[in-house]
């Protein structure tokens, strides 16, 4: 560990205004290993400003397994402290984290100091700073309010008198943290709280700027609308349903409003990022302080919480799914969706049995929601896009300027696997040439903070430095935020909140799961294939914010096809598009695209030029459909998503011979390919090319691939009871494909597998006009695959009789109810 200074200033007392305590509490959490608060009572609104800062301790420590000691003591004095901010710090409490309430009964409480001590270990130190003072920890207090805090420092030699008042300073400390007053904090303490406060209302006998208002929340208008989407759901009886909210437009809010709806009991909320995680608890615990919350991750494995969130990494595992019975939430949370069909989802997915499953995603089109839409049983609840979002004044319109960069020859860097080699494009971005294309377009419409998107680490810290050296005479500053930077990423977006740096150019730690509104300029200097990424990126900057008319986005492309994906992103017009660029001067309004109030387009000419003439070199074939759909995707396009694009599965036939050998060109996995070659044909024929006049056949094929059927082959009574409960998550398909009669039918009723016998057992097991064989056959009442299947193999042909079922139902689906899709 590095002796960096706990202290961000010289000055010893801080007054509040223009001095808030704020990042000097920020700066010192960042570079201390121990840490001790005491403070009267503790608000919602002033610990979220700690939080991260916090959290980013935890983190570190427990990725380095390096020592961390943080003590917080509040107290219930007056009923002040927030059950919310309580709820939060339980979530963190570890056995690196203690939290206790001093229950002051007929005592005052009145401390308010913060202690931070760099060590070795826990017992020698070699710097300390503690900040005594008036400041408790609320929104007001540790920033715009007047409160007086003064600091004092540890100082060498062990005999001098600073280093004697500091120990007795921590000293003291632990006497009051230790006292007899001092209870452990626990949900079990909080739900008593909460009951005491409501019986006892809070005294108005503090500061005006302490005493916040509570808070209160309420859905917005697009919420609304979704809520009574997801009511409906639920009633035509769907168990799970996907909605799709552009980024900014209250997801996770919907989710907990969606959960409280129902009444859950039991929620599960799972995602990829911490930072998703954190953000997610928070705004729960807020909306419901009643209810205990807790994470499950790599650290912490909250088992009986009411709400628990939880690491997909963690959770999808199958040692710790069994910690859970299947039906013990009865209300799932996927957020991020997109990610779903990613095996740890499909894990956890594939384990749990919730009454309701909700998918959230902000994914831009329905080729990109196409293959997770089916892990929802095809159900899109709810879809509302950025467009909506700006249109009704969720989020702020944005300028977009697509910047040509000339700077560099894009088709002489090498293209691997659907991306540019790193190393090549790392070194390329290094130039004073580029970094100068660039300065010069920012300087010209940068508005007041700027987050700015870098290729690598060492990109970053090159554009920042290149920043630093041209701009600080005019008093501009820019700091390069990464896992491996000094500055940490809370206190890199509290000093670009508070104007103390113009531009942070970060890597990918801002992509998900980062708020900071008065973000109103997005650089965009790095290739961003994937049109999510684009939208994430984009969405950093779209949020409501005091002063902010509209988000500036600069996105510099070049001469490479990968760029192209931004004509289909904003739906540009292909026809005539030279001519219209350069009759509006390269500038797009509403009466060629289809924009939200307020927003703006413009393209350089040369990019224009570059597209149109890569467009007319496109040939069109299956092949190269796929590699451009693959490259405006970012990942290998499933069959469902191939299919949504609009591109003909019968040409891929034509010209390929099966959907899986034209994938078999663009894939290096050895297994996969082996699996392909040595099943290919039962994949054509079982289920791509198979008639289809009902839904039963996928759904059969689905039923079998749970039950595990190419390992163990299912009795034929198993096989129809989890096709008739498949069925029954597609209501749609389950009202319009039987009968009234077999619609009274339960799914081990006798007529029912009889039924099940009949369609589409039978069609399975009767070689077709043009087979010489059936697919499967009945041997002792076992329903078998009339291939031989080695337990190796199982798991990748799973997934790809998966891809294929789901583009067959879709398929089905569209064409026979197009109303519910």
């Not at 337990?791 to 689906?813: F, G, N, Q, T």
Request: charged fraction near 25%; proline fraction near 4%; aromatic fraction near 10%.
């Amino acid at each position: 560990m590095s002796k960096q200074k706990l202290i961000l200033k010289e000055d010893l007392l801080t007054t509040g205004g223009d001095d808030p305590l704020l990042q000097q509490l920020l700066h010192a959490i960042n570079h201390a290993n121990e840490i001790d608060i005491a403070v009267s009572f503790i608000r919602d609104s002033g610990l979220r400003l700690l939080l991260p800062a916090l959290q980013e301790a935890i983190e570190r420590s427990n990725n380095n397994d390096s020592f961390l000691k943080i003590r917080v003591l509040t107290s219930d004095y007056l009923g002040i402290t927030d059950p919310i901010a309580l709820r939060s710090l339980m979530a963190l409490v570890s056995p690196k984290i203690e939290v206790k309430i001093f229950e002051a009964k007929n005592h005052s409480f009145h401390m308010k100091s913060y202690i931070f001590v760099r060590s070795d270990s826990e017992s020698t130190f070699y710097r300390g700073s503690a900040f005594i003072g008036s400041n408790n920890i609320s929104k007001a207090a540790l920033t715009n309010a007047h409160e007086w805090c003064l600091r004092f420092d540890y100082k060498d030699p062990e005999t001098s008198f600073e280093a004697k008042q500091f120990r007795k300073i921590r000293s003291e400390y632990n006497n009051i943290f230790n006292h007899s007053s001092g209870v452990v904090l626990s949900d079990v303490w909080i739900d008593h709280y909460i009951t005491r406060r409501l019986n006892a209302p809070t005294l108005s006998l503090i500061s005006p700027f302490d005493n916040e208002p509570e808070e209160t929340h309420s859905p917005n208008s697009v919420q609304l609308e979704a809520l009574d989407a997801l009511s409906h759901t639920r009633k035509i009886g769907n168990p799970k349903g996907l909605v799709v909210l552009g980024t900014g437009m209250g997801k996770t809010w919907l989710s907990a409003f969606d959960a409280m709806q129902c009444k859950a009991q039991r929620v599960l909320f799972v995602a990829h990022r911490e930072e998703i995680l954190t953000q997610a608890l928070n705004t729960y615990t807020k909306l419901w302080p009643q209810k205990s919350s807790g994470y499950f991750n790599s650290i912490e494995k909250s088992v009986d919480k009411q709400m628990v969130f939880a690491s997909v990494q963690t959770l999808g595992k199958e040692t710790h799914l069994s910690s859970f019975a299947r039906d013990h939430f009865d209300y799932i949370v996927v957020d991020e969706f997109h990610h779903a069909s990613a095996s740890t989802y499909l894990n956890v997915l594939n384990y749990f049995e919730p009454k309701f499953l909700l998918g959230l995603t902000a994914t831009p089109d329905r080729t990109d929601q196409a293959d997770i839409l089916s892990l929802c049983n095809n159900n899109l609840v709810f879809e509302r896009n950025l467009v909506h979002g700006i249109d009704t004044g969720i989020l702020v319109p944005f300028h977009y300027f697509g910047v040509w960069d000339d700077t560099l020859d894009y088709q002489e860097i090498p293209w691997r696997n659907g991306k540019f080699d790193p190393r090549s494009l790392d070194a390329a971005f290094a130039t004073q040439k580029r970094a100068q294309h660039i300065f010069k377009h920012w300087e010209k419409h940068q508005q007041r903070r700027t987050l700015a998107f870098c290729v690598s680490v060492s990109h970053a810290d090159y554009m920042a430095e290149q920043f630093n050296a041209k701009f600080s005479e005019k008093g501009y500053k820019a700091l390069a935020v990464h896992s491996q930077s000094h500055v940490r990423r809370n206190e890199a977006l509290q000093q670009l909140s508070s104007g103390d740096i113009q531009v942070l150019f970060s890597v990918d730690l801002f992509n998900e799961g980062t708020d900071l509104p008065s973000i109103d300029t997005i650089l965009m200097i790095r290739p961003t294939q994937s049109n999510i990424i684009f939208l994430q990126q984009l969405g950093r900057g779209l949020r409501l914010a005091p002063n902010k008319s509209h988000v500036v986005v600069l996105d510099f492309l070049g001469n490479h096809q990968s760029f192209l994906s931004r004509t289909d992103l904003f739906h540009l017009p292909e026809d005539n598009a030279d001519n219209q660029v350069r009759e509006n001067e390269g500038k797009y309004s509403n009466n060629m695209v289809s924009l939200a109030k307020g927003c703006y387009i413009n393209f350089d000419p040369e990019i224009i030029s570059f597209w149109k003439e890569l467009k007319s070199r496109f040939k069109h074939t299956s092949d190269e459909e796929f590699q451009l759909l693959e490259l405006r995707q970012g990942h290998r396009p499933t069959a469902t998503e191939f299919f949504h694009e609009g591109y003909d599965h019968t040409k891929v036939r034509k010209q390929h011979g099966s959907w899986f050998q034209l994938v078999g060109l663009h894939i290096k996995e050895q297994e996969i390919l082996d699996v392909i070659s040595k099943y290919d044909a039962f994949l054509l024929n079982t289920i791509q090319m198979t008639s289809m006049t009902k839904c039963f056949k996928p759904i059969l094929l689905e039923a079998f691939i749970e039950l595990d059927g190419f390992n163990k082959p299912p009795t034929l009574a198993a096989l129809a009871e989890r096709s008739w409960h498949i069925l029954k998550s597609y209501p749609a398909l389950f009202t319009n494909e039987l009968s009234d009669k077999n619609k009274q039918l339960s799914p081990t009723d006798v007529d029912w597998l009889n039924y099940w016998k009949g369609n589409p057992i039978k069609a399975f097991t009767t070689a077709g006009k043009k087979e010489t064989s059936a697919s499967f056959n009945v041997e002792k009442n076992l329903f078998k695959a009339n291939i031989k299947v080695s337990e190796s193999e199982v798991r990748v042909l799973h997934s790809l009789v998966k891809e294929l079922l789901d583009y067959r139902l879709a398929k089905y689906i569209k064409s026979k109810y197009p109303s519910h899709t």
